[in-house]
């Protein structure tokens, strides 16, 4: 078994403190904040050697699907706050409201409109 070589840094210099940083939270199996003896050994024999081509493929196929996956939280997001600026703009404009009402459900929309409006005289 090939020997673990660990170099020290100084721990002053702000690039040194932001590797320590991502290299502990890559160890960081569970997002626990703390660091257990396995993780630390399981992570550090995963750093041994180079990267497969295996590995890098996994890492691409993880990065796909996060990036997937918080493609759709933007886009929930900004819809959920498309739909709360129109019920924000209805509630301080009435008036809007129902013609909004008329736009989104059609033909549904426009009899609520016309049961909503006084008749004329």
Not at 50 to 73: C, E, G, I, P, Y
Not at 99 to 104: D, E, F, L, P, Y
């Amino acid at each position: 078994v090939a020997p673990l070589h660990l170099t020290l840094v100084d721990p002053t210099q702000p690039s040194n403190l932001l590797k320590a940083s991502i290299i502990f939270t890559i160890l960081d199996a569970d997002n626990s904040n703390e660091l257990r003896i396995d993780e630390f050994v399981n992570g550090t024999m995963k750093l041994k050697g180079t990267a497969s081509k295996l590995d890098v493929m996994a890492m691409m196929f993880d990065n796909t699907r996060q990036s997937q996956k918080f493609d759709n939280l933007v886009e929930f997001v900004a819809r959920g706050f498309a739909e709360l600026r129109e019920d924000v703009v209805a509630s301080r404009h009435p008036e809007h409201a129902m013609a909004s009402i008329s736009v989104h459900s059609n033909g549904v929309g426009q009899a609520l409109k016309s049961f909503a409006e006084p008749e004329p005289p």
